[in-house]
């Protein structure tokens, strides 16, 4: 599968929380174009369904607990994000799914891009194209 899970580096300040952090290129295999988040996703509902052809990310859950589901074309795993100290970094040609454990679960993603709409496979089928088609990049 095309994904690894990484640790993210937690100091903890005494009596005073942790931070967790990480930093392009030096952590992550790509320069951050992108940071979003999202938020206000009700227990039980999925979200998702698409791939990426170029685009990689960093997943990670700051707080709560989100399911997310990746699948080569061949293959679905399934990996729960409920630590701000873990996330999963995607390299492109993944289906993914995402389904909220709990409400007011945050769900944040540092992209390799810009937005781009070319980049997004939305349907199944077209996915299972796609990576018949070997037109992949990591």
């Known amino acids: 599968m095309n994904y690894s899970i990484i640790h993210i580096k937690t100091i903890e300040a005494e009596q005073c929380g ?12 790509f320069e951050i174009r992108r940071i979003y988040y999202i938020s206000g996703v009700p227990e039980g509902k999925m979200r998702g369904f698409h791939a990426h052809k170029t685009l990689r990310q960093l997943l990670f859950c700051p707080y709560g607990e989100i399911e997310i589901i990746l699948d080569n074309g061949e293959e679905r795993e399934h990996i729960v994000l409920n630590r701000p100290d873990q996330g999963i970094l995607l390299k492109s040609g993944l289906w993914r ?7 007011d679960s945050v769900l944040c993603v ?17 996915f299972l194209e796609f ?8």
């Open 110 to 126: 540092a992209a390799s891009d810009f937005y781009d709409p070319e980049d997004y496979i939305r349907d199944y089928d077209a």
């Open 97 to 103: 799914e995402m389904l909220w454990k709990k409400s």
């Open 18 to 29: 942790r931070i967790s952090f990480f930093e392009g290129i030096h952590d992550l295999p």
């Open 131 to 138: 990576r018949k088609s070997g037109e992949m990049y990591t």
